[in-house]
């Protein structure tokens, strides 16, 4: 798209050399004699290019009107040699740059385009912004239920303060959603947001992930690198599946919750840091709690305002609104033709147990509209995962037994080796097979006399 900029030059002569210049680099011009002939001019500029002394109102005048009605137009000053203060002070109030008489057209084409390319970076910056905090209104994270709606009234009244936050919900239930939610409303909202997923940082390189190292601190830490509580520093640390942190970890997040400080790993030096801190966990930390594989201290800390997110089974009125949304949001980003979907689809979806839930929903809708052949998804477009339903608790105590001969601690034993062997001996994976926390695994093992250490940073 074409860039307009405005000419404003009481000098006739060279006003019409800029306006032929920029003619001639491709750019729209408009030009004015004075500052109240580019006034009607100003909210179709790209870029305003002024003389600082015009015949009445003056280039600063104008500067302070086009920033009432655009604060991210750029507007370049033009000024005589003896007026660089001058320009000095505009630039205060401001202005982009200034442009001293006499000026080659090169250094004006210079000028010219680095403002541009200044403004098309703080539009982008803008529009991006715009965009993140649209995906997390609340009118992006679906749900009609009253439980949903219980839910965003609490994200409202704790989002402003910084109380720590305790999310608890099965995989998939919208924790990272709510998690951003509750950043986006706060006073932190443009400082930093740092996700740690402590499911996936390896026991032995949690503590120099999470509060960082110095130079030298183990083998191969060649340079100083900071942790991600000090890359949150001033936003807000979200710590998804915090059960899965390890005790000696966990001494160290109390310190953090409690004083605000740590050190690096290798360090004596104490940080000290402002960090809003949200967790998130898909276990039962209580169950964590009497199995002794998570802190009592710690837990009470975080759970200053616990928020429990329904699975998508618990509150079936919002599959229809999220299948709707999913149709809308993924049908443009596809390239598919489906606008809409039946109420007969909607149906065969409400019949089905969501094991995955709100993820698993997005996904079989991804994967029904690029399957889908027509402008309606139809149950025939459904392609739903063929996993068999749980059953119910009733159904489970009629069919319970142990296998003959064994105890109940002999089968669980034997389902957790079975699990170390699939898993190839790897803790993380295993205790992901069995639905435990990495740290309820590990009690299980020492309480079998199988756990083995993690190795070190040598």
Not at 69 to 83: C, K, L, R, W, Y
Not at 299 to 322: A, G, S
Request: charge should be neutral; glycine fraction near 6%; hydrophobic fraction near 40%.
């Amino acid at each position: 798209m074409t860039k307009r900029i405005l000419v404003v030059e009481d000098e006739d002569k060279l006003r019409r050399v800029i306006q032929l210049q920029l003619l001639s680099a491709g750019f729209a011009v408009d030009q004015a004699a004075s500052a109240e002939e580019a006034l009607p001019l100003l909210d179709r500029a790209d870029l305003v290019l002024t003389d600082l002394k015009l015949p009445a109102m003056s280039g600063q005048e104008l500067l302070a009107v086009a920033h009432r009605q655009d604060a991210n137009i750029p507007v370049v000053m033009i000024t005589a040699f003896g007026s660089v203060e001058t320009a000095v002070e505009a630039m205060k109030a401001g202005a982009f740059d200034f442009i001293p008489k006499p000026f080659s057209l090169d250094h004006l084409m210079q000028v010219v385009n680095k403002a541009l390319e200044v403004r098309s970076l703080r539009d982008e910056n803008r529009d991006l912004r715009e965009q993140l905090g649209h995906r997390y209104q609340f009118d992006n994270i679906i749900g009609r239920s009253r439980a949903m709606q219980e839910i965003f009234a609490t994200v409202m009244r704790v989002a402003p303060t910084r109380a720590t936050v305790l999310l608890a919900g099965e995989s998939g239930v919208g924790k990272d959603l709510i998690a951003r939610a509750i950043h986006y409303h706060s006073p932190r909202r443009d400082r930093p947001f740092v996700k740690i997923n402590c499911t996936a940082i390896p026991e032995n390189l949690m503590e120099s992930e999470l509060f960082g190292y110095e130079k030298g601190a183990f083998t191969g830490a060649a340079a100083s690198k900071p942790g991600k509580f000090e890359q949150a520093d001033t936003g807000t640390a979200f710590l998804d599946e915090i059960g899965d942190v390890p005790g000696n970890i966990q001494v160290k997040l109390l310190r953090v919750l409690q004083e605000r400080e740590f050190e690096r790993l290798g360090s004596n030096k104490t940080l000290r840091i402002d960090v809003r801190v949200i967790a998130a966990t898909n276990v039962d930390l209580r169950a964590a709690l009497e199995q002794g594989t998570f802190r009592e201290d710690l837990y009470y800390r975080l759970n200053v305002v616990p928020i429990n997110i329904p699975p998508l089974r618990e509150r079936r009125e919002d599959i229809l609104y999220l299948a709707k949304h999913f149709v809308t949001k993924l049908a443009g980003e596809l390239g598919s033709r489906v606008t809409s979907i039946s109420q007969a689809a909607i149906d065969a979806l409400m019949q089905y147990h969501w094991p995955g839930n709100v993820r698993e929903l997005e996904n079989v809708i991804e994967r029904s509209l690029v399957l889908a052949s027509g402008l309606t998804l139809e149950p025939a477009d459904i392609r739903l995962d063929d996993m068999p339903k749980a059953r119910s608790s009733s159904a489970q105590t009629a069919g319970f037994g142990l296998p003959d001969g064994m105890s109940l601690d002999e089968y669980e034993q034997a389902i957790i080796r079975e699990a170390m062997k699939k898993a190839n001996g790897n803790k993380s994976q295993a205790a992901r097979l069995l639905g435990l926390t990495r740290n309820a695994l590990r009690y299980r093992l020492s309480q079998m006399g199988m756990d083995t250490p993690e190795p070190n940073h040598t």
